[in-house]
């Protein structure tokens, strides 16, 4: 259980264009959803978090306009890189988190999406 | 604010030696800590964990120890094997509204036959 997946899971597009990319939690429902960006060799940096039905809430030095999240549902948030340039280029995870029967919050972590942008 | 740091790799280590991973963490109150582990090209998977002082976090041959009075959570595993080299990170998630994890800078372990 507690699968989460994303979608692409690699993609290359053109500078200027826009990417979107899916997190889904499969067989759970995710009252909140994490989005990270990691850089080669380098650790997670949460860009912003999201909660069903509301506005994300945006990490300081994350462009808001730049990348569009979306929660529209228990089970799916997206993220969109708007007008996409060559240093937009990285690694973007996904975490779901929810509170399991015994009461213990837990976060998941899906596969990750390459985007490199040309 | 909250952050962990974690030793610096990589780590090359042969088949079926011992492991350390130092991890310590400044945080305010009782956070949960978690190791995690990331295989190339994956995202991030929990390898353990643990949710209070002297716990101890077990999975896959692997073992962490909550301490509070050193404020470590170092990662240990008696024989490593070749198909443990990936990247390792320490986390925490304090007593913050947003139940967030904070990472270390991650550790590559490089294991050879």
């Known amino acids: 259980g507690a699968v989460v997946s994303q979608h692409p899971s690699r993609v290359i597009c053109k500078s200027g264009t826009s990417v979107k990319i899916e997190c889904r939690s499969l067989d759970f429902q995710a009252t909140t959803m994490f989005w990270y960006r990691q850089f080669p060799k380098k650790s997670l940096m949460l860009m912003a978090t999201s909660n069903e039905g509301s506005k994300a809430t945006y990490e300081q030095g994350v462009e808001k306009d730049k990348f569009l999240i979306n929660h529209a549902s228990l089970t799916l948030s997206t993220l969109t890189v708007t007008s996409a340039h060559p240093e937009d280029s990285s690694f973007y995870i996904c975490s779901a988190a929810s509170t399991g029967t015994s009461g213990s919050y837990e976060q998941y972590f899906g596969p990750g999406t390459r985007l490199t942008v040309t | 604010g909250d952050s962990v740091t974690q030793m610096e790799g990589p780590v090359t280590l042969s088949e079926e030696a011992f492991l350390t991973i130092n991890c310590t963490y400044t945080a305010t109150g009782y956070p949960s800590l978690f190791w995690y582990v990331q295989y190339p090209g994956e995202g991030l998977q929990l390898l353990l964990k643990a949710t209070k002082a002297d716990d101890k976090g077990s999975n896959k041959g692997f073992e962490a120890t909550y301490r509070k009075e050193t404020t470590s959570f170092h990662l240990e595993k008696g024989s490593v094997q070749v198909s443990d080299s990936a990247v390792y990170f320490c986390?925490?998630?304090?007593?913050?509204?947003?139940?967030?994890?904070?990472f270390g800078g991650g550790t590559r372990l490089m294991v050879k036959p």
């Open positions: 986390a925490l998630r304090g007593n913050n509204a947003g139940n967030m994890l904070t």
